[in-house]
């Protein structure tokens, strides 16, 4: 196990890096270059994972860009912008990806490319149409349950079975530190950031019984929701096991269910469940 760990990025790839690290006993520090972890995320989201990671120990560097890292004998350093020097025996950078499409022969191919990805229409197809692709070179969402579900759009277009264009925008997700962080459709966050009006109601997993008889009471359920229709646009779960929770919000969000269908499930009692029909009252 590495004895210090420099984690630099804050992104999904770095906060669950992080969260490993210290998990197996390793001393972590956080290089973040904005102002928050996770910084195209909610802040209430940002907020509860900062407060764990700082009760853990994990040192982070608010506020500091990463430019350059010396190695030496027994240890090394990284430098960043503002002059502040963040040392360990390990650094992990987590900063991005970038596509590995080069010598695939996609241009004697025809297949056009885009600084490396390759764009598809609805069903998969390159610009050669008996050429797919899948994954995250196709630039869309980078997680492995929207590469198996192209993957499957891929075989039934190719066998010419019926298929339907993959919803980019109802795809759940999650992060896997501990809270976990989960997340579906429309979140108030992104409304805000299109003037999209949208009513959020957040319920904490404190006031949730099962939670409270686990010890699990660290973060919160949030739903949103159409204040003129009632139909339900997304949801954010921060929690132990966000990644199973979210699965309700998002079949609501995929059937286009309402709030009051939400409430009207009876949940088990005590469940953490209960928390989201909790939240859409």
């Known amino acids: 196990v590495p004895e210090h760990v420099v984690v630099i990025g804050s992104g999904v790839t770095g906060v669950e890096f992080t969260h490993i690290f210290e998990s197996m006993g390793s001393e972590v520090s956080l290089v973040v270059s904005r102002r928050q972890i996770l910084p195209h995320r909610d802040p209430e989201v940002a907020a509860v994972l900062e407060e764990d990671f700082l009760e853990r120990g994990i040192r982070l560097v608010i506020g500091a860009r990463a430019e350059s890292i010396d190695v030496g004998e027994d240890e090394l350093s990284v430098i960043c912008d503002d002059g502040r020097v963040v040392k360990g025996s390990h650094a992990l950078l987590a900063v991005g990806s970038v596509p590995l499409t080069e010598g695939l022969g996609l241009e004697e191919a025809g297949v056009e490319t885009d600084h490396g990805y390759v764009p598809v229409d609805d069903f998969m197809r390159t610009s050669v149409g008996h050429i797919y692709a899948g994954g995250d070179v196709t630039g869309q969402l980078p997680l492995s349950s929207v590469a198996s579900m192209q993957g499957r759009k891929i075989a039934r277009h190719a066998l010419s079975l019926p298929v339907t264009p993959l919803d980019y925008s109802k795809v759940a997700e999650a992060i896997f530190t501990e809270p976990e962080i989960a997340s579906v459709g ?80 009876l949940m088990v009692h005590p469940s953490m469940t209960e928390a989201i029909s909790d939240a859409a009252e």
């Open 186 to 265: 429309l979140v108030d966050v992104e409304a805000a950031a299109v003037g999209r009006k949208v009513r959020t109601t957040k319920v904490p997993f404190a006031a949730n019984a099962r939670s409270v008889l686990q010890h699990f009471t660290r973060g919160f359920v949030k739903v949103t929701s159409d204040p003129a229709t009632g139909v339900v646009l997304g949801g954010t779960i921060v929690g132990h096991r966000a990644s199973e929770l979210i699965g309700v919000i998002a079949l609501a969000v995929q059937a286009g269910v309402t709030d009051k269908t939400l409430i009207e499930t």
